[in-house]
């Protein structure tokens, strides 16, 4: 992420669009975060897998990689 201080200098629209762009990613992640954990409560209380929920985290993984092409993208070395 860039801080205020790296862009200072862009037009004022590229800033509104840059900063809008990091807010849902940053949404989006946290409610992927957020899935996964209550995924994961609901595991180790029943050691059972709720599909539903796991189906979810992959929804919430889609939709971070939408927001940020870098985070949907496969790295190689």
Known sequence: ????????????????????????????????????????DQYNSDHKIDVQKGEGDEEGLERAGKSDPWFGKEKTR
């Open 1 to 40: 992420m860039l801080s205020t201080c790296q862009i200072r200098g862009w037009p004022r629209q590229q800033k509104k669009r840059r900063l809008t762009e990091e807010k849902q990613f940053r949404d989006s992640f946290n409610q992927l975060l957020k899935t996964q954990v209550e995924f994961a």
